[in-house]
């Protein structure tokens, strides 16, 4: 009885030590950058997003008239209204203007202009020009609002995020979704870009300082970031389960023993 009753507790000590080894985190599978040191990285400079059908713009003609830029504007932008109205993605599209699938965008007095597979700089200086034709002291504001990115998988609050800046790192895109789970790989974080030619993927390695060199560093409009789960994920899922396998295991074992004696 006693071999029986050291078996047993041979096999659950041993079934209890795998389950928690599986499903322990390690330090370095939670840092960022891990092989940083005192050192300067050369960054890979920024891919231009060039401007396609569907986009939408925020474009604004300031002078010294109000009365002026009003006549250059749309009305839903100016002024007062412009700061109520500007409050959520859809008074972006229902105000900015849109690239057309030929290519153009309408705007007040200047007309249609041709912009597509132009930078949002490119854009705004053509449109600057187109104003310099009307205006002695027009300026023209251009900012693309359809700056959007998807993050998914093993992050706090996935979800589709709208970016206000000029750019956008990997980086910062994970601390808009509320930074990895527990469970987060960061040594495997899948990129997925739109292109002309289809869909271009990337593999990226959060731990390793090369992230700065690697061309899914500065996220383009449209872009996916997926997160995928640790290997322990599973096993730390099934701990609750497993436990209770555990138990009831002792305790038929237990009971075996009191039967048998």
Do not use: W
């Amino acid at each position: 009885m006693k071999g029986t009753r050291r078996v047993n507790l041979v096999i659950f000590a041993t079934m209890l030590v795998a389950t928690v080894v599986s499903s322990c985190n390690k330090r370095s599978q939670l840092l960022y950058v891990s092989n940083l040191a005192n050192e300067s990285l050369v960054r890979k400079q920024q891919e231009q997003y060039r401007l396609k059908e569907g986009d939408v713009l925020y474009v604004q003609i300031l002078t010294r008239d109000p009365q002026v830029s009003s006549m250059f504007n749309n009305r839903g932008l100016s002024g007062t209204v412009a700061t109520n109205m500007y409050t959520n993605d859809a008074s972006y599209y229902l105000f900015g203007y849109s690239v057309s699938d030929s290519g153009t965008v309408q705007l007040p007095v200047l007309g249609k202009l041709f912009i597509k597979d132009l930078t949002v700089e490119q854009a705004r200086s053509l449109i600057q020009t187109e104003t310099e034709k009307f205006l002695t002291d027009g300026l023209a504001v251009v900012k693309l609002l359809s700056y959007k990115i998807t993050v998914l998988g093993e992050v706090k609050r996935p979800g589709v995020y709208t970016n206000f800046k000029d750019n956008l790192t990997l980086f910062e895109a994970i601390g808009l979704a509320g930074d990895f789970t527990d469970f987060g790989e960061r040594s495997n974080v899948l990129v997925v870009r739109q292109t002309p030619d289809g869909l271009v993927t990337y593999r990226v390695n959060l731990h390793d300082k090369a992230i700065v060199a690697s061309e899914a560093y500065h996220l383009l409009p449209n872009d996916m970031v997926i997160v995928e789960p640790r290997k322990g994920k599973i096993a730390a899922l099934n701990t609750p389960n497993i436990s209770i396998v555990l138990s009831t295991i002792s305790t038929l074992a237990l009971v075996l023993n009191i039967i048998l004696k």
